[in-house]
């Protein structure tokens, strides 16, 4: 072989030798290139999210350092953006060749907004005896996403006359405060309370006196003040004028006295005259009865004037009509014969049909009515028996439970009646 052919043999240049470091050169590089492709896109989830409490909602796309259409959350991932606290989150996103990838976040949802916190009034005034007020009473609003507690800024005398400023801590379960200050003045109580409706009473020999109805106390302070009676001089046996003290007394011990006369009158009713009773009689009717009622609708209002209009009382009954109507009606105070008498004597003046019944005597008696307005006769007692019940226009069969029930209140000698319905 010539020596120019060795040359040229000894100058051919093997193409492995190029090919080969080329494609390790790219190899790593495409390995540096992916490794850094991937690790930018695996670090997508911040470590750690701040929110302020009482958001109602918190997307993904706060956990993200750049937008990734796939991102979601977890399934077991849960939080409440409107409730301070700390958060595990799970984030899951899909990313091409390497599938899905995860990362986790913690959020702290924090609380650092105060309450917003109004006066329940503007100016606190107070009696000595008032009950002092808790602290919640001086809040009127409160806006805060979660329960606050209240408290005063310091100890408060209520109970010492003065004026001073009244200063209420509002707290949040964060620790959060706002206060409210009121202007507050304590007073003593010198009002006196009022009694009104006291008027001079009669009543006949051996009644019984009910001193307080239609007497009302009021005070500007006091919701319950006390009322008493001072009837020591009083005998209700005995003929006579008779004086007697109302006495009222409000809780700081203000006192109010109003003194009026009871005549005791003879228990034989002189007055008692047909004209008389039917005069007064007229006048009640004129009261309760209206154009247009039915004789039941009449009945009906005649037994409860009797009811609520007669205080019921067991001593000095009066068996005589005229007299047992004149002092129900005068008077209005009686037995159950005086209410029995006063609605018989009414229903007479506007024509019902009614008739006295009388309960078979045991250790106590009873009267009471029957009515008829064109239906048969019916029960009407106008009494308001012990349990409340009130018997108008019952059944006979209905009014035998009844007594049957009650110690036989209500029974009767069925042979001097007639048929009842």
């Not at 129900?328 to 609605?343: E, P």
Request: proline content about 4%; hydrophobic content about 35%.
């Amino acid at each position: 072989m010539s020596v120019q052919k060795q040359a040229k043999k000894r100058n051919r240049i093997n193409p492995w030798k190029i090919i080969l470091p080329v494609a390790l050169i790219l190899v790593i590089a495409a390995g540096v290139g992916t490794y850094f492709y991937y690790n930018e896109k695996a670090d997508l989830v911040y470590g750690e999210v701040y929110v302020e409490a009482g958001a109602s909602q918190c997307p993904v796309s706060e956990f993200l350092k750049r937008p990734e259409d796939s991102a979601r959350f977890s399934e077991d991932t849960a939080f409440d953006p409107s409730v301070p606290g700390d958060y595990d989150i799970k984030i899951e996103w899909d990313m091409p060749v390497f599938g899905l990838q995860t990362g986790k976040s913690v959020l702290h949802v924090t609380d650092s907004v105060a309450p917003e916190v109004t006066a329940s009034c503007e100016e606190l005034t107070l009696f000595v005896t008032d009950k002092a007020p808790e602290p919640k009473d001086l809040i009127g609003e409160v806006k805060d996403i979660s329960e606050c507690s209240f408290a005063f800024a310091d100890e408060y005398d209520f109970k010492d006359e003065g004026s001073f400023d009244v200063t209420v801590v509002v707290k949040d379960s964060s620790g959060n405060e706002s206060t409210v200050t009121i202007p507050c003045t304590v007073k003593k109580d010198t009002e006196p309370p009022v009694i009104e409706g006291v008027e001079p009473i009669e009543i006949a020999q051996g009644d019984a006196i009910v001193y307080k109805r239609g007497v009302t106390v009021t005070d500007d302070c006091d919701d319950n003040p006390t009322l008493e009676v001072d009837d020591s001089k009083v005998n209700t046996d005995k003929r006579g004028f008779y004086n007697i003290t109302y006495i009222a007394t409000d809780a700081a011990g203000n006192k109010t006295e109003v003194t009026t006369q009871v005549h005791i009158v003879s228990a034989k009713i002189a007055e008692a005259t047909a004209d008389t009773v039917n005069a007064m009689a007229d006048q009640i009717l004129s009261q309760i009865i209206t154009p247009g009622m039915t004789q039941l609708e009449q009945a009906k209002a005649i037994f409860d004037w009797t009811v609520n209009n007669i205080t019921y009382s067991e001593t000095a009954g009066i068996d005589d009509l005229t007299s047992a109507a004149y002092k129900g009606m005068y008077f209005h105070i009686g037995d159950c014969t005086v209410k029995q008498k006063t609605a018989e004597w009414l229903l007479n003046r506007m024509g019902i049909k009614n008739m006295e019944i009388e309960k078979i005597r045991d250790t106590r008696g009873h009267y009471w009515l029957l009515i008829d307005v064109g239906e048969g006769w019916y029960h009407y007692d106008p009494n308001l028996q012990l349990d409340g019940t009130l018997i108008f226009y019952w059944h006979d069969a209905d009014l035998w439970a009844y007594s049957n029930a009650h110690k036989n209140t209500h029974n009767y000698d069925k042979s001097k009646y007639p048929a009842i319905q």
